[in-house]
């Protein structure tokens, strides 16, 4: 469907780089037609292939995709030294002879441009139907300097890998740099990084802190190499010579992969971006850095000033050591400060997660092709990653399990859930046996646990108590457990507890059924024309009363409870859905009846919980308005929300605690990551 015409790997290429990251977060595309200066050993994603030099190639290229069907879509990645000819102008006869809708992504934009450059970026332009940018001076720039209409260009931010945020702890000990405050720069190694200023700013800053160690991690620009071998390696090796600072330089003349500069930032306490070019226009290496939550001090290029905040780093003037060291200095000095703005570099920059830069790229191409993301695979890692021999840990410090407040009775219930859907019998053990041994003499459950596994006494709340049941009722091991709390259960007064005790009430039908016939009083009781509720409030989870009517309907057969299901079903709908958009009912003062609703927090127990909702109603009613609207409920997950931003981390399994007005919680724990995966396992029964 899709065809990218870019370098690509294993061609040493940050543009190379950016396609195979892009192609393979969209996953949707049909493969890639490779710039090459050179042979390389492609792989099955490669499905053609233009020596950059060769202008029939271009021709020959365009002539095979017009005939290709399956090739509705081309997306050049433009950077003038990939193409042949003065500023890269072979690329235009490929646009002349291609039939097909192009999108070109402009990599390098320049300001006050030569007049041959300008002539072929407006030629570029009068033949695609859009042009993406990496930064908002970019489109500037195109709009003031090349006279491109505005509403041609669209900015989308350089991609990022999705990594959890470290402490570097354990890279720094096995690099042997536990005692060393650690600077770095990293890419391909050429004369414009302007690294040697650095270096010399370096020579101020080990006056204060002697301890400070310098990486320069990568090998030499595979052209630049071949051109005039090591010549500004060298130079540099010359120059730490010169200013005494063996002890504090180190450099490691090797490519390196994602996961080798993952591994070198998480060690990383500053990075360092040199570069010598005002006009740099987008920096996969700064926008990493950022990711993995790193402060940075960074020349004054135009894509720094785009993404760098106060609160995460500090920009400096080009070939100023003097402004440099003082920077670093400033940064350096206090490590809780600077903890703190790696901290906020991490938050701001989720949104250039590579799941976020496909979302974005894909409300493009669906102005021009049918395409759409993919459904996730159903991962169970971060499940496991916060489950140990006792239970699911509460909650999680990014990705990492935070034992410190123990366990919880609601998450164990919705894990028993998931692992005994998915089969997955020694989780659904775990789980089990948390719920059993937390079970109070009278039947019911205490709902938290510390991390030294002893009950916290508290309030009982009905709720999770009808939770428990919920899931007991989905497994046959735990019948005692299940029986002891019967009695309990049957003298339960809150909506939702009854709710969740419907839905484990399968062999229980009189019980069911009271429960059934007390939601529909409430129904009766609470409506009128402007409210078809049955509370005065939608608070969370709202959408498991309908679900239990629904539940009950199926195997009872009362229609009364269908009536009454699809009537509140239509009510929640026309209060949470606007514009195509799933809008989760705010927690922080919820809906009161003749009140204006929340917006914020968002949690992601209700997105879930609306999904499994309109599943359930489309399987029994087989209205497909149903099937639609649970899509796009579960696509709040994938970035169809207010900040634009995807809350499942494919990455890791796991789910983001919510959304706030204007940030993400960065937290995966145990409600967030259950809730999306049971939104996951009921949107799989619907998808074709």
């Keep these: 469907m899709l065809v990218f015409i870019s370098t690509f790997v294993p061609r040493e290429c940050g543009i190379a780089t950016f396609t195979r990251d892009l192609f393979d977060s969209i996953n949707a595309g049909k493969g890639i037609v490779a710039m090459s200066d050179r042979k390389y050993r492609y792989d099955e994603r490669v499905i053609g292939e233009i020596k950059e030099d060769r202008i029939n190639d271009y021709i020959k290229i365009a002539q095979k995709l017009n005939n290709d069907d399956d090739a509705k879509l081309i997306h050049i990645q433009h950077e ?67 006279n491109i209409p505005k509403n041609l260009i669209f900015y989308i931010p350089h991609g990022i890998p999705s990594v959890p945020l470290s402490d570097g702890q354990k890279e720094k000990k096995e690099l042997k740099l536990e005692n060393n405050i650690v600077l770095s720069t990293y890419g391909l190694i050429s004369a414009g990084k302007g690294i040697e200023y650095f270096i010399q700013a370096l020579s101020e800053v080990v006056k204060y802190f002697p301890n400070v160690k310098y990486l320069i991690l990568g090998e030499t620009h595979p052209i630049v190499k071949r051109k005039e071998g090591e010549k500004y390696r060298n130079f540099l090796k010359s120059e730490v010579r010169r200013l005494g600072l063996q002890k504090n330089v180190w450099f490691y003349n090797k490519y390196l992969n994602t996961k080798d500069i993952e591994y070198f930032l998480n060690a990383t306490d500053l990075y360092l971006s040199p570069i010598l070019d005002p006009k740099q226009s987008a920096s996969g290496t700064m926008s990493f850095a950022l990711g993995c939550g790193k402060p940075v001090v960074s020349t004054s290029t135009s894509y720094a000033k785009n993404i760098i905040k ?63 993301l993919k459904c996730p695979k159903l991962k169970l890692d971060h499940l496991k990653r916060l489950t140990d021999d006792y239970g699911i840990i509460q909650f999680a410090n990014n990705t990492v399990p935070d034992i410190s407040h123990g366990y919880s009775m609601d998450d164990n219930a919705r894990a028993l859930i998931v692992a005994v859907n998915e089969a997955e019998d020694d989780l659904a053990n775990i789980y089990l046996n948390f719920i059993r041994n937390n079970q109070r003499k009278d039947g019911s459950f205490y709902n938290y646990v510390n991390k030294d596994r002893i009950v ?25 457990i299940f029986d002891k709390a019967l009695p309990y259960i049957k003298n339960i007064q809150s909506p939702r507890a009854k709710a969740f005790a419907i839905m484990g009430l399968k062999e229980e039908k009189e019980l069911m059924k009271k429960f059934a016939d007390d939601l529909v009083d409430l129904f009766v009781k609470g409506k009128n024309k402007k409210w078809n509720w049955f509370e005065d409030c939608l608070t969370y989870s709202s959408s498991r009363i309908p679900e239990a009517l629904l539940f009950a309907y199926s195997n009872l057969n009362e229609k009364k409870y269908l009536d009454v299901a699809q009537k509140s079903i239509d009510f929640l709908v026309s209060k949470t859905f606007s514009k195509n958009e799933y809008i989760p009912i705010g927690q922080n003062g919820w809906f009161l009846k003749n009140k204006r609703r929340a917006l914020f927090d968002q949690q992601p127990e209700d997105p879930s919980s609306m999904v499994e909702l309109l599943v359930y109603a489309y399987e029994i009613t087989k209205k497909e308005e149903y099937r639609k609207k649970a899509i796009i409920a579960f696509e709040w997950f994938l970035g169809k929300n207010h900040l634009g931003q995807v809350v499942y981390d494919d990455s890791t399994g796991g789910c983001y605690d919510g959304l706030g007005k204007n940030s993400l919680n960065i937290n995966q724990g145990a409600e967030s990551t259950i809730c999306y995966l049971m939104a996951r396992i009921a949107i799989g029964r619907v998808l074709s």
């Design 310 to 372: 106060e609160n995460e780093g500090i920009l400096v003037g080009f070939r100023n050591p003097k402004e440099i060291s003082k920077a670093i200095i400033e940064i350096i000095s206090n490590p809780q400060k600077m903890k703190q703005m790696g901290l906020n570099a991490y938050v701001e920059s989720r949104f250039m997660t590579w799941d976020n830069i496909a979302l974005k790229h894909l409300r493009i191409y669906k102005k021009y092709i049918n395409i759409s």
């Design 456 to 480: 916290e006494n508290g309030e009982i709340a009905e709720d999770v108590q009808g939770r428990v049941f919920w899931a007991l009722g989905k497994t046959s091991k735990g019948k005692d």
């Design 80 to 146: 003038f030294g990939i193409f042949g000819g003065e500023y890269g102008e072979y690329i235009l006869h490929f646009l002349n002879e291609i039939k097909k809708p192009v999108i070109i992504t402009f990599h390098t934009v320049l300001s006050q441009p030569e007049e041959k450059r300008k002539e072929i970026v407006q030629k570029i332009s009068q033949k695609v139907k859009a042009i993406i940018v990496m930064n908002l001076e970019s489109k500037k720039i195109l709009e003031e300097d090349y």
